[in-house]
């Protein structure tokens, strides 16, 4: 039998679940882990309601992935009103047992090992983060005016070396903008608290599309680190920055937008062709799962995997 993996207590990967829906992705970003030989444990949390879900609960197990029971975080009514979002992504700020969280997206797989991240230098009261990109390539409306090409972090990337460029005051404004699908942090409860803090009495809150995200660009603001592309590499910019974009460098893809798993059956553009490889990485999570000698396993799969993957 097989040693298991002896993990660094100290510092976890975590992403969080809300519902079934994700498993899949979970299953992968897992996966890809251990491929990459990571001494670092993914521990996920789960809301309430998830926890409530013995079956789900149990599938958790037969996968061996430690959970994170968190409550629910909402920020105060404003005018009888409540931005609902995933804000429960905040959690991990606020666990003080570990020295370093870095937070993943369940959409996300990971290429090459990045265990670095958790030991860059990552100064007290400080985060570190890809730059959101702000190109807006498929024009949607909801987006702000000032989405475009010339404002987007990336685009003053260093082109040979993926570097990203220093965030400077006097940028543009979306320089200040992060992507929370790749974050370093140091938890503590004087963070943690400041968050909520911020949460709950920003005048910008009600009306975030990108919650926490854009919670964090604020209070960080001018206290985040920027990170290559590469530890966060959304798949559209596999097109809109394909001057930047080296397929061999990418450590984190992380698939925004429509999801790999909701259909077996995707171009062969230069982004959607990526799912392919989301789909290999699958292949190898069922053929583990469906020829397991533990049948709670095998029936685990059916129940609580197979309806929320695509069978076609």
């Known amino acids: 039998m097989a040693t298991?993996?002896?993990?660094?207590?100290?510092?976890?990967?975590?992403?969080?679940?809300?519902?079934?829906?994700?498993?899949?992705?979970?299953?992968?970003?897992?996966?890809?882990?251990?491929?990459?030989?990571?001494?670092?444990?993914?521990?996920?949390?789960?809301?309430?309601?998830?926890?409530?879900d013995t079956e789900y609960m149990?599938?958790?197990?037969?996968?061996?992935?430690?959970?994170?029971?968190?409550?629910?975080?909402?920020?105060?009514?404003?005018?009888?009103?409540?931005?609902?979002?995933?804000?429960?992504?905040?959690?991990?700020?606020?666990?003080?047992?570990?020295?370093?969280?870095?937070?993943?997206?369940?959409?996300?797989?990971?290429?090459?090992?990045?265990?670095?991240?958790?030991?860059?230098?990552?100064?007290?009261?400080?985060?570190?983060?890809?730059?959101?990109?702000?190109?807006?390539?498929?024009?949607?409306?909801?987006?702000s005016k000032d989405w475009i090409p010339e404002n987007c972090g990336f685009t003053a990337a260093d082109k040979a070396t993926g570097q990203p460029a220093p965030i400077r005051e006097d940028g543009p404004a979306n320089h200040h903008l992060l992507n929370s699908g790749t974050v370093i942090l140091r938890p503590s409860k004087k963070e943690y608290d400041a968050l909520i803090h911020a949460m709950n009495t920003h005048p910008a809150v009600p009306t975030m599309l990108f919650f926490d995200q854009d919670l964090l660009a604020i209070v960080y603001r001018n206290k985040w680190t920027p990170l290559p592309y590469t530890y966060n590499a959304l798949k559209p910019m596999r097109a809109c920055h394909s001057d930047?974009?080296?397929?061999?460098?990418?450590?984190?893809?992380?698939?925004?937008?429509?999801?790999?798993?909701?259909?077996?059956?995707y171009g062969d553009d230069v982004i959607e062709s990526t799912h392919k490889l989301w789909w290999d990485y699958y292949a190898e999570v069922e053929k583990e799962w469906t020829e397991s000698p533990d049948a709670e396993k095998r029936a685990l799969w059916q129940s609580v995997v197979v309806p929320v993957v695509a069978q076609e």
């Open 58 to 143: 149990a599938a958790f197990a037969a996968a061996g992935i430690p959970t994170i029971v968190v409550d629910k975080i909402e920020p105060a009514p404003r005018d009888g009103k409540v931005n609902k979002g995933t804000w429960e992504k905040l959690a991990p700020w606020g666990m003080a047992e570990y020295e370093r969280i870095v937070l993943l997206d369940s959409d996300q797989v990971i290429l090459h090992n990045i265990d670095d991240m958790m030991t860059m230098d990552l100064p007290d009261g400080h985060i570190a983060a890809a730059h959101a990109c702000t190109c807006n390539p498929k024009k949607l409306a909801h987006y």
């Open 244 to 265: 930047l974009w080296k397929d061999e460098d990418v450590k984190v893809l992380h698939y925004i937008l429509a999801k790999p798993w909701k259909s077996r059956t």
């Open 4 to 52: 298991p993996p002896q993990y660094d207590p100290s510092k976890i990967w975590s992403t969080l679940l809300t519902n079934r829906g994700y498993f899949g992705g979970a299953l992968v970003l897992n996966h890809t882990l251990h491929k990459v030989k990571s001494k670092y444990q993914l521990k996920i949390m789960v809301t309430r309601e998830v926890e409530a």
